[in-house]
């Protein structure tokens, strides 16, 4: 496998992960029903 599709199965397996064992009480707040809205503004904080 090509580096590009070991990082986009890494991510589909991140997002597996997260919708099937993620909190379903925060799924329709703001910003939250990703992690990637919360570790962009981490890392632009940075």
Known sequence: ???M???MKYID???YYMD???DPRTKD???MSS???TLAICL???
């Open 13 to 15: 397996s991140m997002h």
């Open 1 to 3: 496998l090509s580096r």
């Open 35 to 37: 992690p990637f809205h």
């Open 5 to 7: 599709a070991l990082i």
């Open 20 to 22: 099937k064992y993620g």
């Open 44 to 46: 632009g904080y940075v």
């Open 29 to 31: 707040w703001p910003m």
